[in-house]
């Protein structure tokens, strides 16, 4: 058991053959950043995850983020999405219990747990009633540090990871371009080497997450032109670079969008933006293959952010059927209601093991030479796709069970539908994966 889990498990006696008493220690968030305990927005620990199979680590994880959680009731998320208002207090409560570094190395400072861990850890925050908002806040934080923790220097490694495991400095992950889209090795931002060895970054950079509050940005750029290259993806580099927008060259614009609104998006604008060279992680032209290792685990934690939306929306679309009662009757007792909401349920279910089973594949490639990284590839992809498509099959319904209430803020169901649309299409569209699919286990000619 890793020292993380035994720093916040005081102890432990089975209750029942599936059930466990667990006493968590649990940071303590100051009652003026917190609201009240209202009637419609508070979302019950108990939920409705089959949770057979799991490890004992991925269990104590789970209790223990949940205990974290119900410091931060659905209230606060619904009056954060409003004023679109970062959630720095739900940061700073998980770095305080070292979370942000549950999937780092233990001699990083990190906990020492894997992608599988991490993975239930998003889930949970997401099924708490934080939704996508509260996983995005720590999202990049998580994912964004597996490249650099693998292919990092030393002097890179002790000056960033520390901070960021503490929540003195923030991530974010500045992959996707405006003209280039899902083409990532078309990507058009340049870092041109100077004479003195460090770059000049020109660019731009769309859909950045908590850009404006992120002290350190994993920036991959091209560093030799796609003409001068043999392979397509040769060529580009990844960078841990520093976001001061007080320097020249750099420029950030928060984009206005649907939903996750309490945390920011971004258009970042770099022009002639210096960087040292010991900005560069691993090889120069080499920062596609070192972006894999995060691209996968980011649709493995991804999945499992979108499992959370699903099941904290039906669960309380359960909830609410049981209890409307209409003509003499729950509405929960109409087939109507009950079995769209079943067929959700079994949904999430699958989806929920193909998610687990590739954060297992992705923590054992990582010991295991013979799993390839095109199996870990697309086991996350068909996990982040099944998730998606179950958490938005799920959030609909509850709107639907709730008729008109479900559209009221107060009801939260609303809030998970406009959130659940993330996971269906970043980082990658479902079109996408599916071409994907065909190609890489069907064997099928690539169509674009």
Not at 201 to 218: D, E, F, L, S
Not at 240 to 269: H, Q, S, T, W, Y
Not at 388 to 408: K, L, N
């Amino acid at each position: 058991m890793s020292r993380l889990l035994l720093r916040h498990v005081w102890g432990m006696r089975p209750l029942a053959a599936n059930q466990w008493m667990i006493r968590i220690s649990s940071s303590r968030v100051s009652s003026s950043t917190l609201n009240s305990h209202h009637d419609f927005s508070t979302t019950a620990c108990r939920g409705i995850m089959e949770t057979t199979g799991f490890t004992e680590n991925q269990m104590m994880v789970r209790e223990t983020i949940k205990a974290v959680c119900s410091k931060f009731t659905n209230t606060y998320w619904q009056e954060h999405d409003q004023k679109e208002e970062d959630p720095k207090e739900f940061h700073a409560a998980l770095a305080k219990g070292g979370w942000l570094g549950i999937a780092l190395p233990e001699e990083l400072g990190g906990s020492g747990l894997g992608i599988s861990e991490a993975v239930m850890m998003m889930q949970t925050i997401s099924e708490s009633g934080a939704g996508m908002a509260g996983a995005q806040a720590i999202h990049a934080n998580v994912y964004a540090t597996q490249p650099l923790a693998r292919f990092g220097t030393p002097e890179q490694l002790e000056s960033t990871i520390p901070n960021i495991i503490s929540g003195a400095w923030r991530a974010c992950f500045g992959v996707t371009e405006p003209d280039t889209g899902l083409d990532t090795l078309k990507l058009r931002t340049v870092a041109r080497k100077q004479t003195d060895g460090s770059y000049s970054v020109t660019g731009q950079k769309i859909w950045i997450t908590c850009a404006q509050v992120a002290k350190k940005m994993i920036l991959l750029a091209r560093t030799t032109p796609l003409e001068d290259v043999k392979k397509p993806s040769e060529g580009l580099s990844l960078f841990c670079i520093d976001l001061n927008k007080d320097d020249p060259g750099l420029e950030m614009r928060k984009i206005k969008k649907m939903g996750g609104r309490a945390v920011d998006a971004n258009e970042v604008f770099f022009d002639n933006y210096k960087i040292p060279a010991e900005s560069l992680i691993g090889s120069e032209n080499q920062g596609f293959k070192i972006i894999l290792h995060g691209m996968n685990a980011e649709r493995c934690l991804l999945a499992g952010e979108a499992l959370g939306l699903g099941y904290a929306a039906l669960k309380k679309a359960a909830e609410y059927a049981r209890e409307r009662v209409v003509f003499q009757r729950p509405i929960g007792m109409n087939q109507g209601i009950a079995h769209p909401l079943a067929d959700a349920y079994m949904h999430l279910e699958a989806a929920k093991l193909a998610t687990y089973h590739a954060a297992r594949l992705y923590d054992s490639g990582k010991k295991d030479e013979s799993i390839e990284q095109n199996v870990i590839g697309v086991a996350a992809n068909t996990a982040k796709y099944l998730a998606a498509e179950a958490a938005f099959t799920a959030c609909e319904r509850a709107v639907m069970t709730h008729g008109g209430i479900g559209y009221a803020v107060e009801y939260d169901v609303e809030r998970w539908l406009r959130e659940c649309l993330v996971p269906r299409i970043a980082p990658v569209s479902r079109e996408m994966i599916m071409n994907y699919i065909s190609e890489k286990v069907l064997r099928l000619p690539r169509s674009y």
